[in-house]
């Protein structure tokens, strides 16, 4: 599995745009990027994935460069209730009994 | 959406005691669920895959005779901490996908706080 880094914590005001970034340096070509969402005390929830170039969906936009070795979670005018750890998680999803595996995740904190 | 369960909420046992965690896929029918672990201001630890109908299938350092996982059906999946310890004491949260889901969305529990005394 490819490692993945991401910062610790991240901070932000109600409104703003935040991009989170992971770093994946040894990704595999079969390997896809994925996103979860974890608030306090709760399961984590499924975000968002890629494989290349851009996706967007109703929550969020995730952006991977050709290279691939990195991507950048982008969550557009942030409140309150997205604060929460950012997870990235990277992987040859394939087959019906894979796992996941989390890496040290993001707490970002979105401010008044 | 899919929807996963998992009952208690929160548990408090005494050290030495058992306590069992139920597992539930809602509304859709799950052959595999995963059970993880999560200790404060941690990140998810994967404990075990549980496969209805056949035995479950440990990561390496967890214990699967004080951690019994039973898959009995295609909707419920129990966790049995035995002879649990302070130690033992976490966040535990299940997932599960529906059929035809891609393999990286999985859903997960609320989660279940365990606190031994």
């Known amino acids: 599995l490819a490692k993945t880094t991401q910062p610790i914590s991240m901070d932000s005001y109600e409104g703003q745009e935040v991009n989170i970034t992971c770093s994946h340096n040894?990704?595999?070509?079969?390997?896809?990027i994925t996103w979860y969402q974890q608030f306090p005390s709760q399961g984590p929830r499924f975000i968002i994935q890629?494989?290349?170039t851009k996706v967007t969906n109703e929550v969020a936009s995730l952006f991977i460069p050709a290279d691939r070795k990195s991507s950048t979670l982008s969550l557009p005018r942030v409140s309150l209730s997205d604060t929460a750890v950012y997870y990235c998680?990277?992987?040859?999803?394939?087959?019906?009994?894979?796992?996941?595996?989390f890496g040290s995740g993001t707490q970002l904190t979105v401010l008044p | 959406g899919a929807v996963v369960s998992q009952h208690p909420s929160r548990v408090i046992c005494k050290s030495g005691t058992s306590v069992k965690i139920e597992c539930r896929s809602l509304?859709?029918?799950?052959?595999?669920m995963f059970w993880y672990r999560q200790f404060p201001k941690q990140s998810l630890m994967l404990m075990a895959t549980?496969?209805?109908?056949?035995?479950?299938?440990?990561e390496q350092g967890v214990e699967k005779d004080k951690f019994l996982i039973n898959h009995a059906s295609l909707t419920l999946s129990t966790l049995t901490v035995t002879s649990a310890h302070p130690e033992d004491s976490s966040f535990y949260i299940c997932?599960?996908?529906?059929?035809?889901?891609?393999?990286?969305?999985?859903?997960f529990g609320p989660g279940t706080r365990l606190t031994v005394t």
């Open positions: 997932s599960a996908r529906p059929p035809g889901t891609p393999v990286y969305e999985q859903y």
């Open positions: 040894n990704i595999a070509t079969n390997d896809y």
């Open positions: 890629g494989y290349k």
């Open positions: 998680l990277v992987g040859a999803f394939r087959g019906s009994a894979r796992q996941l595996t």
């Open positions: 509304d859709f029918q799950a052959t595999t």
């Open positions: 549980s496969n209805e109908g056949s035995k479950a299938t440990y």
